[in-house]
């Protein structure tokens, strides 16, 4: 079962599944399929997160390929001569990039997990580049919508748009050769050809042109690490979810932990007492994220102290479920030490009960917006996702401070929460999202949902979500909630503020009862959970 936010990439892995593949096998297929049908998102000019979980020996082991600072990368290069920062350069354009992981990641899975051979889950990628994907009705607004800002890069406004910069109508079909040309490269070169061959090479071209940091040694230095899972437990449950540079896995845990305290199921869905239990609970964890959470190899994240049980039960102790606290009273927690120191996701599941989670981004859609010419694929523009001064937001308004500075060879703090549930050894549910700040909330309130309130994948990936991050200072939800609700939540000092955007974007595999289960999140269109034998090419 392959859950993703393209059907046509989820057909690829399902495709990889029927020819014997396994789990990391149809992850690394279908990761490379992303690139190509989805490369708002999906990706190989970005970096990411795999979470495997080997059923035969029940071993789980996370894999971080995020993207790295280039060697070249300051701690105030986001800085202006008057010290404030530049709202754009780590946004847009060529220093926006960090070094991407996504070849190197995908590599280091295959090689050390896949069974297939690597051009054999390479090839359905390369295939759709050359031959062309419909482009869907979500990709064609996108890129007519965002014209002016894609286009600004002439190798972008290539690759993504007719001649004279003319948006491709839905159903029309896109060619990617120059992508093909690349994936065509890494499938018979592997890893290097991205690293170190004619890719690298093409890459450090483009950087030179505009004046970006990424070169050769950057590209050189570029490792995928394997790190020890972050492991929690909520109500009988096992949680297994990605530990920093992710802060998803640490503040789930963190959060399950404090709402374990309260009777949320009979609190109810949507109630305002759920709701702002809720809240309560984003807020602290939110504020503990600003401060404690960054790149392990850089700065020493008090992972124990945040994921107790004690920790919660102190903060679970600060929660009055009358009255809201407000943000400017919430500092994070200082951890009691001896010395005073110191965007799309996919799931699937093989027939062995092999799990494989990617979740990866090129941070906002188009990355950087930066196309490698000759390459044909864009980069990220994930050196956003680093403090580029302390107390000022990102562009997911998140706070941070020194911990998440920029550093050379430093990964960017990142929200992305690949997580598996398990009931007794046996997987219940593994999931993820993108949405910046919000998958951290989709991916908790997925769990509250099937564990509290005892609802199915499906429902409980449809219901309407909230969100709270501490700051700013209010409580966001989807359509859906009650009016009355509403008024609850206010009575109780909360500001509430209804969006018109939806949160995240789950894709869920899972087994009960005998039976492989997948929901994909119809929130952003196209999305299909797909097994073998099921898909629409076989
Ligand atoms: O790693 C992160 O937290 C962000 N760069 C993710 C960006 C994202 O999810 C955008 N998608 N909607």
């Known amino acids: 079962m392959v859950a993703s936010q393209n059907r046509w990439s989820s057909e690829v892995g399902a495709e990889i599944l029927a020819?014997?593949?396994?789990?990391?096998?149809?992850?690394?297929?279908?990761g490379f399929s992303?690139?190509?049908?989805?490369?708002?998102?999906?990706?190989?000019?970005?970096?990411?997160?795999?979470?495997?979980?080997?059923?035969?020996?029940?071993?789980?082991v996370a894999i971080d390929f995020r993207e790295m600072a280039p060697v070249r990368a300051t701690r105030d290069m986001y800085l202006d001569e008057n010290g404030d920062v530049d709202p754009t350069r780590s946004k847009f354009g060529h220093l926006a990039a960090g070094v991407p992981g996504t070849v190197a990641g995908l590599w280091h899975a295959h090689q050390k997990y896949g069974k297939l051979p690597w051009a054999q889950v390479v090839e359905p990628a390369m295939r759709q580049a050359r031959d062309g994907i419909p482009v869907s009705y979500d990709m064609a607004l996108l890129l007519t919508r965002n014209k002016t800002r894609y286009c600004a890069n002439e190798a972008t406004c290539g690759y993504f748009y007719k001649p004279g910069g003319v948006p491709y109508?839905?159903?029309?079909?896109?060619?990617?050769?120059?992508?093909?040309?690349?994936?065509?490269?890494?499938?018979?070169?592997?890893?290097?050809?991205?690293?170190?061959?004619e890719i690298a090479e093409l890459i450090i071209a483009e950087m030179e042109r505009g004046g970006g940091l990424i070169d050769a040694a950057s590209l050189a230095a570029y490792k995928p690490v394997e790190r020890d899972v972050v492991r929690g437990t909520y109500r009988g449950y096992d949680i297994v979810s990605m530990p920093p540079p992710s802060s998803g896995g640490v503040h789930i845990v963190q959060m399950l932990n404090v709402l374990e305290r309260f009777p949320v199921a009979q609190l109810g869905y949507g109630s305002a007492d759920g709701l702002h239990l809720l809240?309560?609970?984003?807020?602290?964890?939110?504020?503990?994220?600003?401060?404690?959470?960054?790149?392990?190899?850089?700065?020493?994240?008090?992972?124990?102290?945040?994921?107790?049980?004690?920790?919660a039960q102190q903060l679970a102790a600060t929660i009055?479920?009358?009255?809201?606290?407000?943000?400017?009273?919430?500092?994070?927690?200082v951890e009691p030490r001896p010395e005073g120191i110191d965007t799309t996701h996919y799931s699937v599941i093989d027939a062995d009960g092999n799990v494989a989670l990617v979740n990866y981004t090129i941070n906002f859609s188009f990355g950087s917006g930066v196309a490698v010419p000759g390459a044909g694929f864009v980069l990220n523009n994930e050196m956003d996702d680093f403090v580029a001064k302390p107390g000022v937001a990102n562009a997911f308004g998140l706070m941070g401070g020194e911990a998440n500075a920029v550093a050379a060879g430093k990964r960017p703090l990142s929200s992305m929460s690949p997580i598996m549930v398990f009931k007794d050894g046996d997987l219940r549910l593994a999931s993820g999202s993108p949405g910046g700040s919000v998958i951290i909330t989709s991916v908790l309130q997925l769990i509250v949902n099937v564990i509290d309130h005892d609802m199915n994948l499906a429902e409980a990936t449809l219901a309407p979500r909230m969100h709270h991050q501490w700051y700013p200072d209010r409580i966001i939800i989807e359509s859906g909630f009650s009016p009355d609700?509403?008024?609850?939540?206010?009575?109780?000092?909360?500001?509430?503020?209804?969006?018109?955007?939806?949160?995240?974007?789950?894709?869920?595999?899972?087994?009960?009862?005998?039976?492989?289960?997948?929901?994909?999140d119809t929130r952003r269109p196209n999305a299909a959970a797909i097994a073998p034998g099921n898909s629409q090419t076989q």
């Open 19 to 30: 020819q014997g593949g396994n789990a990391v096998d149809a992850a690394v297929a279908t």
């Open 169 to 197: 109508a839905p159903n029309d079909t896109l060619v990617q050769s120059d992508l093909a040309h690349t994936l065509e490269l890494i499938a018979e070169q592997g890893v290097d050809a991205f690293y170190k061959g």
């Open 320 to 333: 009055d479920m009358e009255q809201a606290k407000r943000s400017e009273d919430v500092a994070p927690g």
């Open 34 to 60: 992303l690139a190509v049908t989805l490369p708002r998102a999906g990706n190989i000019g970005g970096g990411g997160f795999m979470l495997v979980h080997d059923a035969a020996s029940g071993e789980d």
């Open 279 to 311: 809240a309560e609970a984003m807020r602290l964890a939110y504020a503990d994220r600003s401060q404690h959470l960054a790149d392990p190899d850089y700065y020493d994240v008090p992972v124990a102290w945040l994921t107790s049980k004690e920790y």
């Open 485 to 520: 609700t509403v008024r609850l939540l206010e009575a109780k000092g909360h500001t509430v503020m209804q969006t018109p955007n939806k949160m995240g974007s789950l894709q869920t595999v899972g087994y009960r009862d005998g039976t492989f289960l997948g929901a994909s």
